[in-house]
């Protein structure tokens, strides 16, 4: 990301831009304490099921495979900053108790099909969320994307899954691109 | 006991106080160069240039403590893991924002010619002569041809790349093969050429990347991986390290002393000459001086003003080349972080290779010939094409393995520009010393007030409108103009505090930038900036420092200073 970049990073994506990117977050936002909300070992279960209903496995590696959950957790830790841990979990918690109530299951005890489709709900949610001042967006697009950022900058997926190009020593701004040729990495 | 007797000293080593080591110890006088912050080697330090993104334990995001410890930096893009330690300490270098200003600092060996955008671009000859034909501030001492040959100079020792278009808006320079547009850029160009009657240009940009390589200089060409400010040990790109220090240290004449805070120029006020400096140094707190004939401030805007600021104060209250009134005014920068940006349709069989460190520009084309408009000067793009990846968001799509699939092929193309607008000199923009309040080191901190006014407001409509207009005439799809809001410094383009000028009662150097009042202190970085121009100014601080350096040693030969 540079400067010449940031219009088009900002219109790239849809509505919101990556939780934490200094380019769009609040210039006054008050310095936070080193340490703050703590993801526990059952919210790193429960997030291994939605980051493999995000991403799961197929001919490709899934969210579990390269290691998604572990790396969700450590940027909620160590990266989010007071509020946006708040939302994230309350959003939790939220998933927790929505599961419960309309299937009568954990999230981890539903079926893929029943997993998607809770997923899916929330997902158009999120789209229309109100969100309180200085919370970065709804706590599933923060799920979603933490799940897209930490899979595809695994060794694995940049490596094995994408085209990886560590010194081009060229450039072609007119190069072929066949459908289902994988994009380049980083 | 230290050798503390120099022919020149100069303060700083970024773009121009490299440039200035390397034009003094070539001409033969034995130099000192001091530097604020860390040693760093080139090759040697560039610790993160290969790492992964998977190598860096947060994925090259920012974490909490590095917020919480850097509420400056944060408000930008520059917080990362991969440049992390290339930023200067705020706790340690605080400063006063009487109204917000974003103060983007590096404290080490090459300064910010590590992190900088390599974007190099003439000035034309409109952009000296603006302000005598507008009565605006004072005018410049110098004209477009005092710096021709100049800029000829560093373009062929730096290394531009760069088209040679024929312009009178952005002069042509002694370039290197241009970096290429890719399949959309040359399209959209074609079109906006057609569109605007061949009064709007979009072409590849300028940039201190070499696309030949120099064995001489033991430099080789641009590989393409888009990591620059890493560090390059390709040494593809300009900086100190790569360029000015290796052919300064090879005339034997040079002495880098990194960690010294150069805390005041000692003025002889009999001569009225400057007679050294005084550092402290920044690991034991020892203070030092080391005395010179000439001094070079190359210090960074500010820090050269501060150090101006806290000099020679037993004469001048408010610092050396205070005489004038205008040491500390006429604060200026870039005002961008806004333009336009859409959906390419089509272009499905295309890609690119490689990652070019570059994009493409669109000279100003508004206040020129019969255009018009109802504010001063201009502004122009930088912007670049390319296939989105997979940080799209694609909201409405549903979790599960198409989402997988979709986002790890190349998507649609975009394209997208940002303006940078010149913004005028204004005497109320200043910065100031706060006696009240110090840094580590217990030296006076300084005060900003600086804003915008009224003619950089009117130019953001344009520079959104403009955007959108020119993207739509070239077909794009679903353009939106944005204006993500701009506070003064962000364009870490900091010029002016000390300007140049004809008269020592408006202006605080002359025209070869010589301080009126110590003729042997020499002030050639962003300080000395009497307006602002639109484009990217470090080529043309290249430029002023290697004709003060030629000249410095001419003066200093026939004995004038």
Known sequence: MNRRELLQMIASVTGYAMIGSPVLMSACSSASPARGLELSASDQALLAEIAETIFPRTTTPGAKDVGVPEMIVRFVNNTYEDLDQQEFHNGLAAIRSDTLARYGQSFENLPAEQRAEFLNTLNQTALGYQRPHGVTAHYFIMMKQLTIYSYFTTEQVQTGVLRMLPVPGRFDGDYPYVKGETAWSI | ?561
């Open chain 2, 1 to 561: 006991m230290e050798h503390n007797q120099y022919d020149a000293i100069v303060v700083g080593s970024g773009i121009s106080g490299g440039w200035a080591a390397k034009e003094l110890t070539e001409k033969g006088l034995k130099v000192l160069m001091l530097e604020r912050g860390r040693s760093l080697e080139h090759v040697k330090d560039y610790v993160n240039e290969n790492k992964e993104i998977w190598e860096f334990p947060h994925r090259d995001r920012p974490t909490r403590d590095m917020l919480a410890n850097y509420p400056v930096l944060r408000r930008d893009y520059p917080l990362n893991e991969s440049t992390f330690g290339s930023w200067t300490d705020e706790n340690e270098s605080p400063y006063e924002e009487i109204k917000r200003f974003d103060w983007y600092r590096s404290y080490q060996v090459g300064g910010r010619s590590l992190l900088w955008g390599r974007q190099s671009y003439r000035w034309n000859r409109m952009d000296f002569e603006a302000n005598a034909r507008e009565g605006i501030a004072i005018d410049w001492p110098i004209r477009y041809e005092d710096l021709e040959s100049w800029y000829h100079y560093v373009e062929g020792f730096a290394g531009i790349s760069g088209s040679m278009e024929g312009l009178d808006v952005l002069p042509d320079g002694n370039f290197l093969p241009p970096m290429d547009l890719n399949i959309v850029e040359k399209d959209v160009a074609a079109r906006i050429r057609a569109h605007y009657n061949g009064n709007r240009h979009l072409f590849i940009g300028r940039t201190a990347n070499l696309t030949e390589s120099r064995p001489e200089h033991n430099r080789v060409q641009c590989q393409y991986r888009n990591r620059c400010w890493r560090g390059c040990s390709f040494g593809a790109f300009f900086s100190t390290q790569s360029a000015t220090l290796p052919p300064a240290m090879a005339t034997g004449n040079l002495t880098l002393r990194p960690w010294s805070i150069v805390t005041r120029v000692l003025y002889d006020k009999d001569t009225r000459r400057a007679t050294g400096v005084e550092v402290v140094d920044a690991e034991t707190n020892e203070v030092i001086e080391y005395k010179a004939r000439i001094i070079f401030l190359n210090a960074s805007t500010f820090n050269t003003t501060w150090i101006l600021m806290n000099s020679a104060t037993d004469v001048w209250p408010d610092g050396l080349g205070s005489s004038s009134g205008e040491l500390g005014h006429n604060v200026m920068d870039h005002h961008f972080r806004l333009g336009a940006a859409g959906r390419v349709e089509g272009y499905e069989d295309k890609y690119t290779y490689g990652r070019r460190p570059n994009g493409f520009y669109v000279p100003r084309f508004r206040n020129l010939g019969n255009d018009k408009r109802d504010y001063l000067r201009g502004f122009g793009y930088q912007g670049s094409a390319s296939r989105t990846g997979w940080s799209r968001t694609i909201a409405e799509m549903n979790v599960g393995a198409d989402l997988k699939h979709t986002l790890t092929e190349p998507g649609h193309w975009t394209i997208g520009m940002t303006a940078f607008g010149e913004m005028l000199p204004y005497h109320e923009n200043r910065i100031y010393l706060n006696r009240d309040k110090t840094d580590k080191w217990g030296l006076p901190i300084l005060a900003f007030d600086v804003a915008m006014q009224e003619n950089e407001y009117a130019m953001r409509r344009d520079m959104v409108f403009d955007a959108v207009e020119m993207l739509e005439a070239a077909g794009v799809k679903d353009v939106q103009g944005r204006d993500v809001g701009y506070a003064p410094g962000m364009g870490i383009h900091e010029m002016g505090t000390a300007r140049m000028g004809r008269d020592p009662r408006t202006s605080v150097l002359n025209a070869n930038n010589q301080v009126w009042d110590a003729l042997n202190v020499f002030v050639t970085d962003g300080a000395c900036m009497t307006s602002a121009s639109c484009v990217n100014p470090s080529l043309t601080y290249m430029a002023l420092t290697a004709r003060a350096a030629d000249f410095a040693v001419q003066e200093l030969k026939r004995g004038n200073l």
